[in-house]
């Protein structure tokens, strides 16, 4: 420890954060990081790296800091401060949040950006370039060891996580029924929609810098009280659909903003004002003609909206990302705004589609209820019962792909603080009640017994035996040996206080688990259906007949496992890639969790913390420099919510209570928090996660879960083949008309991790590489190499590099040993199934009067079948000889439109607004050859100075970017760089036909 007199200086001085001599400071050197802080203050301690030695020139024993530093960390011009090595390890961080806007940044680029970032230090609101400042980001928010601190130094373990202040976002807002009620106070739910949560939604968008690209749809779903279709008019069948129940509808959409970008909303609001007020008329009364019958149209409620179908709206046009998208834009949003509580009719195999679909695009998936939050857990999607029997119970699943945010206003009740979570129903009659009075006046009110008269089951006794703890030795859970698809399980020995009987239930989804305890009992009025995908459990919430309370006879429900919805915490799910595929995003919280900062635990006032949230926060271990910021104000103390009674950021409950790591708890997008009652959104400052509304985080760039040896043996096929960059490359040496130096073994290696990250991969981070070393040994249970995965002769060595990546439930590892890289590829043995799911419905598009006939088609994509041997290989040839650009590439490539620029036609439209745009001449022959070769002029200058080896083709390559150039006229010339197979690697493309750049637009016109 040293003390410093502190000056500062300004970046135009230097550019340095730090100046030190390194006379003044003997043992120090470039690299180091030291820790700066006043003796007497109790600020956090600023974290610097040394990157330049040198000598202020102001003295001995003084050092510069630059000036926004200090102010930010209030460190005091000429006064004296302290100064440390500290050790790498103890001011590492956990998770860094970099913002960023106005660009393109792309998956691969992420990742590079990251490696630059290790072993560097970063602070609060550092800016940092990267790539002579073709990225731009700054530095948002730090964790480390469950405290958000305000520096730290970026290690290989740290996860970094990138959020885009211009994102392409949809904002849906649902136009149920519930929108035209009233909530606690009240207002409207679409008054707490509109004026209330999108106002303030707005409000943090301007005051964030965020400016986003945003389309907003209302949606609404139309039941018709019909029994057969020729009840209707013919100009009514053309759109009408029918639902498992046989009712018939429509959906509607009205497209109030599309693709808009603006720094104030305020008239937006305003519009959705004007909307709302005719809406519901509008479209109940849409298909009323003179002296024609309909059948009578009723508005549905949330429950029963078109909520998968909206979502899978957004995705059709977001799982296009790669063509003509725009590069000023990063980052893909769907918000749903309903006035629902987060419970949802839905299909099944709608809700397979679209959860694989949100889960291998890597989509952001946010709902806001703006209705009271239940006491259950949710969202909770009810599938619809398609069983005709009458037996039959109601399945639900608690999908992990929606980020679930529940909107309140901050009105107080004058009389009560009091906020209802249950609404109850209308009363239909008074009349049962006013009879009740009656009889009661007249001495005859009806014992208790006499209300169930017409029922032969003693209810009292049933829901007495339901809610009974067991015996501890009569309850017991027994897994039974896997089998080669399934596995089952069964719960037996579940005694009654009436009976011996033994209830037995068959568990087909083999990734549920469940506690010994109460739980096991007082799920016997819930269960869990086995699905397409085991990452959502389904599970199935109906009242058991009392039948069973009283019979000996076994109650047996086969393919359903015991849940209780109404407390998931007990039950846990197996790990797998889909549920941990957006945890990085998420920080550690005190207790090592993963946490949702948007999820508070209620406390009753007075009631004292938990030892993890009273510890003392500003004592810190060794005194190094990771302390907490509050907000943008820097202090020591811990983020703690003051309204309430509400305790510490992150208390979601303890880790999860089963120590197989393996395993998940049920609810919940990260796996590691529990759900309580206690789980309150007490008003709109912490109920909502508007830092995912407002910086929207990109899909994390590594994730956490690779399957066990045996999964991989049983549930996975295995192919390998091997890359010999230099052999390829020298063969294609010969055959090349102009030299192009090949990308050396080591860059190619690179590029086969950069574009598979490109291409929605994530990285597998903290796995035993032995394990998956062994996992791949030949054995009795794993299948051949496929035919088109040569092997190497070559002895195994140490490899030099091992990458491991995945993207849904397939695996790749890519392995370097010498001068041959090696791809091996895990793909389940049981892909899922296709799905095509062809949607009618009726759209509104900006500026139109009518509601047209529209169509799309929902489907999934079969990642396995992705080529990346022909991949591989191109990139390996840089795109040469025997492999070229296809359409299954799923290459980055658009179009443009270049506007002649010495024409009259064009000074004639720029000059009057009226004239039409049809005025050109057909252009002769001399003309088009004079275009193009203003053109090929155009990309020589501009498209990275590439030189055309002849006058067919242009060569273009480079990162993806988006330059704007203005000639001698206003009219402006758009030129993008066209990005192929892989990053970087320049390919050829013919100059063909061009067209205007469009905007990616949700492709829901009509047709």
Not at 572 to 590: A, E, Q
Request: glycine share 6%; charged share 25%; hydrophobic share 30%.
């Amino acid at each position: 420890m040293k003390s410093f007199k502190l000056i500062v200086h300004q970046s135009s001085f230097s550019t340095e954060d730090l100046i030190i001599n390194l006379k003044d400071y003997p043992g120090l050197k470039e690299k180091d990081i030291v820790e700066i802080y006043h003796p007497e203050n109790d600020y956090p301690r600023l974290l610097l790296q040394v990157t330049k030695v040198d000598a202020p020139g102001r003295g001995r024993d003084t050092i510069s800091v630059e000036q926004s530093i200090a102010t930010t960390f209030q460190l005091r011009t000429f006064a004296d401060v302290y100064i440390n090595i500290v050790n790498v390890p103890d001011v590492a961080l956990d998770s860094v949040e970099l913002t960023f806007k106005d660009q393109y940044l792309g998956r691969s680029e992420m990742w590079r950006l990251k490696n630059h970032l290790v072993g560097t230090c970063v602070y609060l609101n550092k800016k940092i370039e990267y790539c002579g400042g073709a990225v731009r980001c700054q530095v948002y928010e730090m964790w480390s060891q469950g405290d958000r601190v305000a520096c730290g130094v970026i290690t290989e373990d740290t996860k970094i996580v990138f959020r885009s202040s211009t994102s392409m976002v949809y904002l849906f807002i649902q136009m149920s029924s519930e929108m035209w009620d009233f909530d606690i106070h009240g207002d409207l739910y679409f008054e707490k929609a509109v004026n209330g949560f999108l106002a303030d939604l707005f409000t943090k968008w301007k005051k964030n810098g965020s400016n986003h690209e945003v389309t907003i749809v209302l949606f609404s779903r139309t039941f018709y009280k019909a029994k057969t279709l020729e009840e209707f008019p013919q100009h009514m069948k053309e759109c009408l659909q029918k639902d498992y129940r046989g009712r018939f509808y429509e959906d509607f959409y009205r497209v109030a903003v599309q693709n808009e970008r603006y720094e104030d909303w305020s008239n937006v609001l305003l519009q959705l004002r004007r909307l709302f007020t005719d809406y519901q008329k509008i479209v109940l009364q849409y298909h009323e003609r003179p002296n024609m019958e309909i059948p009578t149209a009723i508005n549905s409620t949330a429950a029963q909206g078109n909520f998968l179908e909206v979502l899978n709206m957004s995705l059709n046009v977001f799982e296009k990302h790669y063509l003509d998208r725009c590069f000023d834009r990063t980052g893909q949003l769907s918000v749903v705004i309903t006035p629902g509580v987060g419970v949802f009719e839905v299909d099944r195999e709608l809700t397979n589609v679209t959860k694989q679909r949100i889960i291998d695009n890597g989509v952001g998936s946010d709902l806001v209820c703006v209705g009271e939050q239940p006491l259950h857990a949710v969202p909770l999607l009810k599938f619809h019962n398609k069983d005709s029997t009458i037996n039959s119970i109601d399945d639900y699943s608690m999908p992990h792909w929606i980020n679930l945010s529940f909107y309140s206003t901050n009105k107080k009740v004058a009389y009560s603080n009091f906020i209802p979570r249950i609404k109850l129903p209308p009363r239909k009659s008074n009349e049962p009640l006013k009879k009740m009075y009656e009889d009661e006046s007249k001495g005859k009110l009806l014992k208790e017994d006499d209300y169930m008269h017409n029922s032969i089951f003693d209810y009292d006794a049933y829901d007495a035996q339901v809610f009974q703890l067991p015996p501890a030795h009569s309850t017991c859970v027994q897994r039974v040996a896997r089998t080669k698809k399934t596995s089952v399980a069964g719960l037996e020995g579940i005694s009654h206080r009436s009976s011996p009987s033994i209830h037995h239930r068959k568990m087909s989804d083999p990734d549920i688990h469940h506690s010994l305890g109460s739980d096991i009992l007082s799920s016997s009025k819930y269960s869990v259906t086995d699905s397409s995908d085991t990452t959502d459990s389904p599970t199935s919430m109906g009242r058991a007949s009392p039948k069973s309370s009283v019979s000996n006879k076994p109650v047996i429900r086969t393919g359903r496992a015991l849940i209780n919805p109404f407390d998931p915490s007990h039950v846990t799910v197996k790990l797998t890639s889909n549920r941990r595929r957006w945890t990085h995003i998420f920080p550690k919280g005190p207790t090592g969790v993963l946490i949702q900062q948007h999820h508070y635990q209620a406390r009753p006032a007075g009631e004292p913390a938990r030892e993890t949230e009273s510890k003392d926060n500003g004592s810190i271990a060794n005194n190094h420099s990771v302390y907490q910021v509050d907000g943008n104000i820097i202090g020591r103390k811990r983020m703690i919510s003051t309204s309430g009674g509400l305790g510490v950021l992150g208390t979601m409950g303890t880790p999860s209570t089963t120590n197989n790591a393996s395993l998940a708890l049920l609810w919940g997008a990260t796996g590691e928090q529990e759900w309580t009652p206690a789980l309150t959104t007490a008003n709109r400052a912490i109920g909502v996660d508007w830092k995912s509304l407002t910086i929207p985080a990109c899909l994390p760039i590594t994730t956490d879960y690779f399957p066990d040896k045996r999964s991989l043996q049983n549930d996975y096929l295995v192919s390998d083949y091997n890359l010999l960059p230099d052999d390829v490359n020298a063969d294609f040496a010969q055959n090349r008309a102009i030299y192009k130096e090949p990308l050396t073994t080591m860059e190619v290696f690179k590029e086969l991790v950069s574009q598979r990250l490109a291409q929605g991969f994530q990285l597998i981070v903290g796995v035993n590489e032995n394990e998956v070393i062994e996992s791949h040994c030949p054995s009795t249970h794993t299948p051949p190499p496929s035919k088109v995965a040569p092997q190497s002769s070559k002895p195994t060595n140490a490899p030099t590099k091992r990458y491991l990546l995945s993207i849904g439930r397939i695996f790749h590892k890519l392995t370097l040993v010498g001068s041959t890289i090696t791809v091996t590829r895990y793909r389940p043995r049981h892909p899922y199934p296709p799905f095509n799911i062809h949607y009618r419905y009726r759209f509104h598009a900006p500026y139109h009067d009518t509601y047209e006939v529209s169509w799309v088609s929902f489907t999934t994509e079969k990642l396995e079948n992705y080529n990346w041997n022909y991949m591989d290989h191109y990139i390996c040839t840089r795109g040469d000889t025997d492999f070229f650009l296809v359409e299954s590439l799923k290459y980055w490539r658009f179009r443009t439109l270049l506007l002649p620029l010495y024409n009259p036609a064009t000074k004639t439209i720029l000059e009057d607004d009226s004239t039409h745009c049809d005025i050109y001449p057909t252009p002769t022959r001399q003309d088009l050859d004079h275009l193009t070769e203003g053109f090929l002029k155009m990309t020589e200058s501009y498209f990275n100075k590439v030189k055309r080896p002849n006058k067919q083709r242009v060569a273009c390559g480079g990162d993806p970017g988006l330059t704007r150039r203005r000639h001698s006229t206003s009219t402006s010339i758009l030129t993008r760089t066209v990005q192929g197979g892989a990053s970087g690697s320049p390919f050829r493309e013919r100059v063909g036909s061009t067209r205007l750049p469009d905007r990616p637009r949700l492709r829901i016109e009509a047709m």
